[in-house]
């Protein structure tokens, strides 16, 4: 992901492509422009205005066509970007805000301004910039960020467990949310959380035992694929404890919520994508990304 704020002031230059360790220059390549809201929001965070916007009840299709009115003027500014640099929109979602480009790897150089490296990943060719990509300006004023630039997979090796399971010492999720009070039996009645996880999984009989020993009902949890990102526990165990750890958590503080869990590929557009799949929808929930020591194990985070 690149930064909006750090442009040079330098004319760009044309970056040659291919060679050792770079990528080809016809190498193909999927970019994500993810656009800005064109619309100035006034109202203050937590005022009566605020509270009652965020609690609107809209139908999809009409969340559609607002951000239609309001991005079609920056989707056509990326059409035009598209154009001169030789590369072809492969598909607008004006609900997730976003543009997917198909591009060469030579030209997604000579707009970035970078070089595009690429290793080998058990089998799987993933591609990372060289240094810092910069933002045309021809998108510096419409765009959050352009994803596609690092496919690399985050260092999940870095992730430490803190405690060590079943020692007896720690207290049940459950346990903590009587201690600020949380004790009504229909808490979280009617609520939506959402939890985005970019690796491992869960096995429903797990969460049963977790809430049979919380004295909870198991709650109802939705599993929305992202992507190439499903419900795979065994292949990771560490992957597999934060996502245990986040629903029970959920479980246990509000178990009459209904917990979508959106399982997103194990890359930063991969978690990009499910976060703004989950921030997007039309039936709005809360939003919960949980992954410990993230500066260190995202590359490239901003």
């Known amino acids: 992901m690149m930064r909006t704020d750090r442009e040079s002031k330098r004319p760009q230059k044309k970056l040659p492509s291919g060679g050792a360790n770079f990528l080809p220059p016809d190498g193909p390549l999927i970019l994500t422009v993810y656009l800005r809201h064109r619309r100035p929001v006034r109202r203050r965070p937590g005022s009566a205005i605020d509270f009652a916007e965020?609690?609107?009840?809209?139908?999809?299709?009409?969340?559609?066509?607002?951000?239609?009115?309001?991005?079609?003027?920056?989707?056509?500014?990326?059409?035009?970007?598209?154009?001169?640099?030789?590369?072809?929109?492969?598909?607008?979602?004006?609900?997730?805000?976003?543009?997917?480009?198909?591009?060469?790897?030579?030209?997604?150089?000579?707009?970035?301004?970078?070089?595009?490296?690429?290793?080998?990943?058990?089998?799987?060719?993933?591609?990372?910039?060289?240094r810092e990509p910069r933002l045309p300006p021809a998108l510096k004023r419409i765009a959050h960020a352009v994803l596609g630039l690092d496919t690399r997979k985050p260092r999940l090796s870095r992730l430490h467990e803190n405690t060590i399971a079943d020692d007896g010492s720690g207290l049940l999720p459950s346990e903590i949310a009587r201690l600020y009070g949380l004790t009504a039996a229909s808490r979280g009645a009617g609520q939506r959380i959402a939890i985005v996880e970019p690796a491992g999984g869960y096995k429903p009989d797990d969460v049963a035992k977790a809430c049979e020993a919380m004295k909870i009902p198991v709650p109802q949890i939705v599993d929305i694929d992202v992507g190439n990102g499903r419900n795979s526990p065994g292949i990771n165990p560490k992957a597999d404890a934060e996502v245990a750890l986040d629903i029970q958590v959920v479980a246990g503080v509000a178990p009459e919520a209904r917990i979508i869990v959106y399982f997103t590929e194990l890359s930063e557009p991969g978690l990009v994508a499910g976060v703004s799949r989950a921030v997007h929808c039309p039936q709005r929930a809360s939003v919960s990304q949980c992954r410990r020591r993230p500066a260190m194990i995202w590359h490239g985070s901003t």
């Open 54 to 130: 965020l609690t609107r009840r809209v139908t999809l299709s009409a969340l559609k066509a607002e951000r239609r009115r309001i991005l079609k003027g920056s989707v056509e500014q990326v059409r035009r970007f598209a154009r001169r640099q030789h590369m072809t929109v492969k598909a607008v979602d004006f609900l997730a805000r976003s543009v997917t480009l198909r591009a060469k790897a030579a030209d997604a150089e000579r707009a970035f301004s970078t070089r595009l490296l690429w290793i080998d990943d058990s089998g799987d060719r993933r591609y990372y910039p060289r």
